[in-house]
């Protein structure tokens, strides 16, 4: 019997696509690496699938961060483990580098030494980030990883650092495939997610105003916001994990045709019910006032490095991903198609916060 260890439940992403990729791999069980502290969360949601499906998972507690991750049965897994899913990470764009350092790059090097210790795996499946690009001036292929550029925070840098690692595990025989999503937001059906960031930064505060709401905006909005929902993404995994095709490529689960920051903003207008004036600011002007100036990212809620996505130099492309799903129907839907969800759950559900799970 298979066994697939798993890295990154109960996350954003994790708790949706464990259960997929079991229904996959029919009579497979499933190892779950999970901190102490949410233990208990992790084990709600695996009750909550069920019976038939949670007899399959076996919750293991442990640390990314420590020698042999942790792991009281550490050879025992290893000996049973056929296929490994690293989703876990600390995706926090105001994260120190020590921090980002340890968990998303020491991380990532102790389940790659894990995974060196499995004689049976069959495939290392791999969460990324299309971030990885850092500040990229145009184009950034799924090929692409090294390329001299620049980050907008250690989030970006550890995880740029830790896919460097992966990549030469492969180039050395490992059988892995890379996933790098773009900003991923909610469920484009119900809108449903764990915390409020990147976007959800600027609705919120559409939402706290008036039918004439004002936004300060920055750079000439021309750039690319690049925007996928949760399903499609995990649909994307479920889909292009099993796949023997799929080994040793990368995939970038972006958004073939995402809108500028001008037709986001419009978007976001209609979606709120808002009149949106805009306030254009310098980069620096509209950063360094929500970090210095006293009480106004209070007020905004906007951390300032949530800004510079909306001034990404970078545009994704999308090729491999494309090709491989054509026929499965697993697609990027537009933004404009599910943004209204997105809305509907914020006002929904005022109580979620934006802290990061670490």
């Known amino acids: 019997m298979a066994t697939i260890f ?5 996350g954003f ?27 208990p969360l992790a084990r709600a949601r695996v009750d909550a699938l069920g019976p038939a499906l949670a007899a399959r998972v076996e919750l ?3 640390d990314l961060t420590r020698p042999g991750l942790g792991l009281a049965e550490h050879d025992r897994i290893a000996r049973e483990t056929a296929e490994i899913f690293h989703l876990a990470a600390l995706y926090d764009l105001a994260v120190s580098r020590e921090a980002g350092m340890a968990v ?9 030494e894990f995974a060196a210790r499995c004689p049976r795996l069959e495939r290392f499946q791999y969460v990324s980030t299309c971030y990885v690009s850092g500040r990229h001036q145009g184009r950034f292929l799924e090929s692409d990883l090294e390329r001299g550029q620049r980050f907008n925070n250690f989030y970006e840098e550890t995880k740029f650092l830790a896919e460097v ?8 025989g490992l059988p892995a495939t890379i996933y790098r999503p773009a900003i991923t937001v909610g469920d484009s059906v119900t809108g449903a997610t764990q915390k409020y960031d ?25 750039a690319e916001v690049n925007l996928v929902p949760r399903d499609f993404v995990v649909r994307a995994i479920e889909e292009l994990s099993g796949r023997p095709g799929s080994a040793a490529k990368t995939y970038h689960l972006a958004d073939p045709h995402p809108p500028t920051a001008a037709a986001l903003i419009d978007l976001l207008g209609e979606a709120t019910g808002r009149t949106v004036l805009r306030v254009r600011l310098p980069l620096g002007v509209a950063k360094g006032a929500l970090r210095h100036v006293p009480g106004l990212q209070r007020l ?8 510079d996505y909306f001034v990404q130099p970078t545009r994704y492309d999308t090729a491999n991903g494309i090709a491989d799903l054509a026929g499965t129907g697993v697609a ?12 509907a759950f914020v006002r929904a559900h005022p109580e979620i916060g934006s802290a990061a799970m670490a």
């Open 13 to 39: 992403l994790g708790a949706e696509l464990l259960p997929r990729i079991l229904a996959r791999r029919d009579g497979a069980t499933a190892t779950c690496l999970v901190q102490p502290r949410f233990a």
């Open 300 to 307: 905004m809620q906007i951390p300032p490095e949530a800004i």
């Open 104 to 112: 998303n790059l020491g991380g990532t090097r102790r389940v790659l």
């Open 165 to 172: 690692e992966v990549r030469a595990r492969l180039a050395a």
């Open 332 to 343: 990027c839907p537009p933004l404009a198609s599910y943004l209204p969800a997105l809305v």
């Open 60 to 62: 293991v507690e442990g």
């Open 6 to 10: 798993f890295t990154g439940f109960p």
């Open 198 to 222: 990147g976007p959800y930064f600027v609705m919120r505060w559409l939402l706290r105003q008036p039918g004439l709401a004002l936004l300060p905006t920055v750079g000439d909005l021309s």
